[in-house]
Every structure is written in C-alpha cells, then in structure tokens.
C-alpha cells in the first residue's frame, strides 16, 4: 500500500520561499513523482513532475519560481517554492505515478499566501 505524506506549507508571506516535502512508503516504484496543487474555487493542476530519469516538467505559471527534485533512494519529492504570490494559494498534492500507470495521491497541504 502506498502512502504519501507531505510536510512544508502553511502561511507564507507574499514572496516568501517555502519547501514542500514528500515521503513515499510502500516500496512501489515509481515512474514519476510531483506535485500538483488545488486553488480556491478552481480545478486541480499540474505544479510540477519529475521522472525517474531526472526530465522535469513545470507549470508556465511557475517556471522561473519554483523548482523540484526528488531523491530515489529515500523515494522523497521536494517542492521549493520561491517568490510566492497570492494567487499560489491552493492545496498542493504529491503524487506518484507507478509504472502500471496507478496515480497515488497525499492528502494534500495547505499553502496561504497572504499578508
């Protein structure tokens, strides 16, 4: 049984640079480990993933802001996340994508950015 648990987030001052971190149990192996995130009143949405071969993909709305990376022998995902915005507020979910395609899913932490 895999489970995600993430730790990081909570409230964070505009341009603040919080981390987001993800550890997986389980022993599944993945093909693919990221993030996405949930903003208030609108649909969930890829932030960023990163495969076991190391190729990233970023949201154009954060490229330039925040950066993953992920350690295959502690099978953890960071999320650093610089710069943040207003708008960066959501619940951001780690997730894993198996090699028989099986998505897996943290409960999510919660981002405030504000004043």
């Known amino acids: 049984q895999v489970q995600l648990v993430e730790s990081g987030g909570g409230l964070v001052q505009p341009g603040g640079s919080p981390r987001l971190s993800c550890a997986a149990s389980?022993?599944?192996?993945?093909?693919?480990r990221g993030w996405y995130r949930r903003a208030p009143g609108k649909q969930r949405e890829l932030v960023a993933d990163i495969t076991t071969g190391g190729d990233i993909n970023l949201a154009d709305s954060v490229k330039g802001r925040f950066a993953i990376s992920r350690d295959n022998a502690k099978d953890t995902v960071d999320l650093q996340m610089n710069d943040l915005k207003p708008e960066d507020t959501a619940v951001y979910y780690c997730?894993?994508?198996?090699?028989?395609?099986?998505?897996?899913w943290g409960k999510g932490t919660l981002v405030t950015v504000s004043s």
């Open positions: 997730t894993l994508r198996s090699f028989n395609g099986v998505r897996y």
């Open positions: 389980g022993g599944t192996p993945s093909i693919s």
